[in-house]
T-cell receptor
Framework: GQNIDQPTEMTATEGAIVQINCTYQ??????LFWYQQHAGEAPTFLSY??LDGLEEKGRFSSFLSRSKGYSYLLLKELQMKDSASYLC??????????WGAGTKLIIKP | KAGVTQTPRYLIKTRGQQVTLSCSPISGHRSVSWYQQTPGQGLQFLFEYFSETQRNKGNFPGRFSGRQFSNSRSEMNVSTLELGDSALYLC???????????FGQGTRLTVV
């Protein structure tokens, strides 16, 4: 079967750095997406990785290792507004997105 | 440009009834996907339509169906509602299958 694993919940301090991991086993691979979802709102796109390596976008970076079936989302200089759920999704060989259950990130002052 | 619009935002139905949810994608987007989201379960894929054709389907019973019109607007129908169908239903549109998906605000369905 297809499976995406990510931690259920993480806590970090304002101003710090946090890394959210995602491991996957899917039928084929056509890219990995990270989305942010604030409570009661729709998910919004953060990043897309299809090749190995690090993609940096401001305070957020995303890393992919296809051989290990592994990705992480790195958030720097955490702000209170970063409190949200972070969803990892992999596009399989049929171009269908397989979603993880999401990681709820709690930021403390 | 306008984002993805879902209607209605909230809905309360009783068991056994049926419901139709609507999604208007971003102008120019031909791919529309539907998801069910429940606490702790993440996003569960229902189906994906592209140019009026269903290209992918998730593991949901036949009570869940959908369609897409020539203007790319999509509808999702759930018949014989069960209590377990209570969830947030999200629609996402994208220009192509392998590009970023944009989500609507969702329809929160409560079955009582």
């Amino acid at each position: 079967g297809q499976n995406i694993d990510q931690p259920t919940e993480m806590t970090a301090t304002e101003g710090a750095i946090v890394q959210i991991n995602c491991t996957y086993q899917t039928s084929g691979f056509n890219g990995l997406f990270w989305y942010q979802q604030h409570a009661g709102e729709a998910p919004t796109f953060l990043s897309y990785n299809v090749l190995d390596g690090l993609e940096e976008k401001g305070r957020f970076s995303s890393f992919l290792s296809r051989s290990k079936g592994y990705s992480y989302l790195l958030l720097k200089e955490l702000q209170m507004k970063d409190s949200a759920s972070y969803l990892c999704a992999v596009m399989d060989s049929n171009y269908q997105l397989i979603w993880g259950a999401g990681t709820k990130l709690i930021i403390k002052p | 440009k306008a984002g993805v619009t879902q209607t209605p935002r909230y809905l309360i139905k009783t068991r056994g009834q049926q419901v139709t949810l609507s999604c208007s994608p971003i102008s120019g987007h031909r791919s529309v996907s539907w998801y069910q989201q429940t606490p702790g379960q993440g996003l569960q894929f229902l189906f994906e339509y592209f140019s009026e054709t269903q290209r992918n389907k998730g593991n949901f019973p036949g009570r869940f169906s959908g369609r897409q019109f020539s203007n790319s607007r999509s509808e999702m129908n759930v018949s014989t509602l069960e209590l377990g169908d209570s969830a947030l239903y999200l629609c996402a549109s994208s220009a192509q299958a392998d590009t970023e998906a944009f989500f609507g605000q969702g329809t929160r369905l409560t079955v009582v």
